[in-house]
């Protein structure tokens, strides 16, 4: 089985950075695509950041441009998200996720697998 831990979460003020990371186990890390979603209480989780098995590509939710780098270390089996100027509404639990393929999109039926998600909390 695919296993992925998220860590890195906390509480910071609004404007302050956190960076995210998710390690993985039981798949061959560097040939699948991976991604950060994010659920908020009471709203559907949503789409954060993905980027493809070699880290070549990225895309990113529009709220999340300018602001979030995702990357990874495929000698570490490790994903990370870089989060800059948070604000209160980047409040929720991220979840780390990996896709079937080499390259997943923003759609949650295009991952397999999910970690159990770290929390942050941006406070005004």
């Known amino acids: 089985q695919v296993q992925l831990v998220e860590s890195g979460g906390g509480l910071v003020q609004a404007g302050g950075s956190l960076r995210l990371s998710c390690a993985a186990s039981?798949?061959?890390?560097?040939?699948?695509?991976m991604a950060w979603f994010r659920q908020a209480p009471g709203k559907e989780r949503e789409f954060v950041a993905a980027?493809?098995?070699?880290?070549?590509?990225?895309y990113y939710a529009d709220s999340m441009k300018g602001r979030a780098t995702i990357s990874r270390d495929n000698t570490k089996n490790t994903v990370y998200l870089q989060m800059n100027s948070l604000k209160p509404e980047d409040t929720a639990v991220y979840y780390c996720?990996?896709?079937?393929?080499?390259?997943?999109?923003?759609?949650?039926?295009?991952?397999?697998?999910w970690g159990q998600g770290t929390q942050v909390t941006v406070s005004s």
């Open positions: 980027i493809n098995w070699s880290g070549s590509n990225t």
């Open positions: 996720a990996t896709g079937s393929k080499g390259w997943s999109g923003s759609e949650i039926g295009e991952y397999d697998y």
């Open positions: 039981g798949r061959t890390f560097s040939s699948y695509a």
